[in-house]
Structures are given as structure tokens and as C-alpha cells.
Nanobody
Framework: VQLQASGGGLMQAGGSLRLSCAASGSIFSISTMGWYRQAPGNQRDMVATITRGGSANYADSVKDRFTISRDNAKTTVYLQMNSLKPEDAAVYYC?????????WGQGTLVTVSS
């Protein structure tokens, strides 16, 4: 499984960004997909995940601001980020689980100016 993330960039606080992650390869094996983020000096933390059936889970810090979704083909996952805060700034990584294996995309940088 290969994951290609896109959509990061610079945004003012209060603004919105949408991240996308397209999966390729053995996509039929993918169950859960999601987004993690890592700020400098911090560990990589879960932001949001979504199962193949559409059940979503969010970190408390992003609930009611971020929305994760998945296309019908289950090969692309999106993260709509609204009301961005400076503390949302990080490198965001796409993640997928397939047949018990963890797959990571390259990070995409999100910068939020105050």
C-alpha cells in the first residue's frame, strides 16, 4: 500500500484547510485510515481515524472542528480542518492499516499563523 498525501499549507488562525490522502497498491486490504500529526519536539499523535464502515474517531483537541471522510471506493481519505488554531500546526501524516500492517504516507506540513 502506498499513500500519497496532499493539501497542507499556510493558513491564518480561524481558517480552513483540506488534506487528502490517496491509497494505491493493495487497497482491498485496507481497513482503517486516518491522520496523525507531529509538531517539532512532540510525539506523533492521532488526529482522526475512520473505519471502512465509516465510523470516525477524533482526538479531543480537534472534535467539532475537524471532519474525516472517505470516498466510496475507500481509497481516499480526507481531513477537513476548520477553525484552525496555531496549535494545529504540525506535519500531518496519512495512515492506513491493511492486513495487520501499518502504512504511512509522506508528511504534509500545516502551518497556522496567529
Amino acid at each position: 500500500v502506498q499513500l500519497q498525501a496532499s493539501g497542507g499549507g499556510l493558513m491564518q488562525a480561524g481558517g480552513s484547510l483540506r488534506l487528502s490522502c490517496a491509497a494505491s497498491g493493495s487497497i482491498f486490504s485496507i481497513s482503517t485510515m486516518g491522520w496523525y500529526r507531529q509538531a517539532p519536539g512532540n510525539q506523533r499523535d492521532m488526529v482522526a481515524t475512520i473505519t471502512r464502515g465509516g465510523s470516525a474517531n477524533y482526538a479531543d483537541s480537534v472534535k467539532d472542528r475537524f471532519t474525516i471522510s472517505r470516498d466510496n471506493a475507500k481509497t481516499t481519505v480526507y481531513l477537513q480542518m476548520n477553525s484552525l488554531k496555531p496549535e494545529d500546526a504540525a506535519v500531518y501524516y496519512c495512515h492506513a492499516v491493511g492486513w495487520g500492517q501499518n502504512y504511512w504516507g509522506q508528511g504534509t506540513l500545516v502551518t497556522v499563523s496567529s
